[in-house]
């Protein structure tokens, strides 16, 4: 067998007071060596630079503040509505509140592709060096590849019937879905069980996996979508007429709307696990109205929730059951949304968040500064099924995508710093190095 061809490119070493890899304990004054785009080595700094010492490659140092950590990896966003900050601005009474304001502005003129490639300029800006891009239009769907961020590109399908579907929806998803650019990655979402009929819900995985792509959808988000039960006395909350909210599986209903109408209290999650949706070739956002039997779909089905709770906030929606989440071993991610429903394409503002709703919860335990962070960054390529592979992203360990966020934060201690990256690490990113290059550099003050 012949062995690989040594590469004798040059090497960049980027240090640290702290490096995070993510996949093994925080490591003082660390490095990472980055070589063709790639991650060559990660340990203690004098260890690294004698590896490279020995093996005679030549090498240059910069040294960051702070702590080196994997991109970020926003799980759930929707970079072509940045030129809608003005709907996010504002604050709502619930879904249907929002969903109008949204509309009235969506509809009047739009250049999606400048949108969105202003959103992926901020995603870098603030770490992001991955992202969950659900796009509604086409113009916008080369946005990731064009700005060089890794993640997948998912084209949104809603508002198809049954009959609708079968004679012309799914030719079209099909002549669509080959018009989203291949780079960095494609998928389907299948925006919500409330905006599809049946039968899309049940072809589109299949169109997806067929194809070895990856499938992620808004679930949980509004409190139609919840579980209806029984209430005090015996009376039920809408499924008694129906024989109980498990047995809508056997009446053949067309949509998820159709079972509420005939008075099953089935959740949305368990309705779209029934129509065989959820794998772990899928993940889904929000995840606010959620039971812990749903939760626990998700978990036996491999799902990751990506949790979006500064977005649940604008819109007036309850805040996501974090706790519930983190005690029971979920698998999680962080998204932003967009900026018509939140403040920022920032996801350290939405771990802050998800920090003060935990302990709001009750999570007492001293896990959390890590785990919000894991779920900011190796989650989210979990979520996409991004962290294993050739080109594998969102912790740092060698061969991995050279995708690193410096974060100038108090380094003394790893307490310290991930204390100050969880509960106020927003705004602090100071350089993102996407692919071993400095795609973002702030000036020092």
Not at 22 to 33: N, R, Y
Not at 59 to 82: C, D, F, K, M
Not at 83 to 99: K, L
Request: include cysteine; glycine fraction near 12%.
């Amino acid at each position: 067998m012949t062995a690989p061809a040594r590469d004798f490119s040059p090497v960049v070493v980027h240090s640290a007071r702290i490096v995070v890899p993510m996949t093994a304990p925080p490591i003082l004054d660390g490095a990472v060596a980055v070589q063709s785009g790639r991650i060559l080595h990660v340990g203690e700094r004098s260890w690294v630079l004698d590896r490279l010492d020995a093996s005679g490659l030549r090498s240059s140092e910069r040294h960051w503040p702070g702590a080196i950590l994997p991109g970020l990896v926003n799980a759930h966003s929707h970079l072509q509505y940045t030129g809608m900050a003005s709907v996010g601005e504002g604050s709502y009474d619930g879904f249907d509140d929002w969903a109008k304001s949204f509309g009235a502005v969506y509809s009047g003129p739009h250049d999606w592709a400048a949108e969105a490639a202003r959103g992926a300029e901020l995603s870098i800006v603030a770490g992001v060096t991955s992202v969950s891009d659900v796009v509604t239009d086409m113009e916008a769907a080369s946005a990731l590849g064009d700005a060089g961020l890794g993640g997948i590109a998912y084209w949104e399908v809603m508002d198809w019937e049954n009959e609708a579907w079968s004679e012309r929806g799914r030719d079209q998803i099909l002549d669509e879905l080959t018009r989203i650019p291949a780079d960095p990655g494609v998928g389907l979402s299948p925006h919500a069980p409330y905006s599809l009929d049946v039968e899309p819900l049940l072809e589109l995985p299949d169109i997806v996996r067929q194809r070895g792509l990856c499938l992620h959808l808004h679930l949980g988000e509004s409190a139609f979508e919840g579980e209806r039960g029984m209430e005090p006395g015996g009376s039920s909350t809408g499924d008694s007429a129906a024989g109980g909210h498990d047995a809508w599986h056997f009446v053949g209903v067309p949509s998820f709307r159709a079972l509420r109408e005939l008075g099953f209290g089935a959740s949305a999650t368990a309705f779209v696990d029934r129509l065989g949706v959820l794998g772990p070739d899928c993940h889904v956002a929000h995840g606010v109205y959620m039971t812990a039997d749903d939760r626990a779909l998700l978990r036996a089905r491999g799902t990751t929730v990506a949790l979006c709770p500064r977005s649940n906030a604008v819109i007036g929606l309850d805040p996501p059951p974090v706790a519930d989440y983190l005690l029971e071993g979920s698998a999680i991610a962080v998204g932003t949304d967009s900026l018509s429903s939140s403040p920022s394409l920032d996801p350290l503002a939405d771990v802050t968040a998800l920090h003060l709703i935990a302990r709001s919860q009750g999570y007492a335990r001293h896990d959390l500064h890590e785990r919000l962070l894991t779920a900011a960054t190796l989650g989210g390529a979990h979520a996409m099924g991004l962290d294993v592979g050739p080109d594998r992203v969102g912790h740092l360990a060698v061969g991995a995508r050279a995708d690193l966020a410096v974060f100038d934060v108090d380094a003394r201690t790893v307490p310290d710093a991930y204390a100050e990256l969880v509960e106020d690490g927003a705004g602090r990113c100071v350089a993102t190095i996407i692919r071993g290059v400095v795609r973002h550099q702030k000036e020092p003050t």
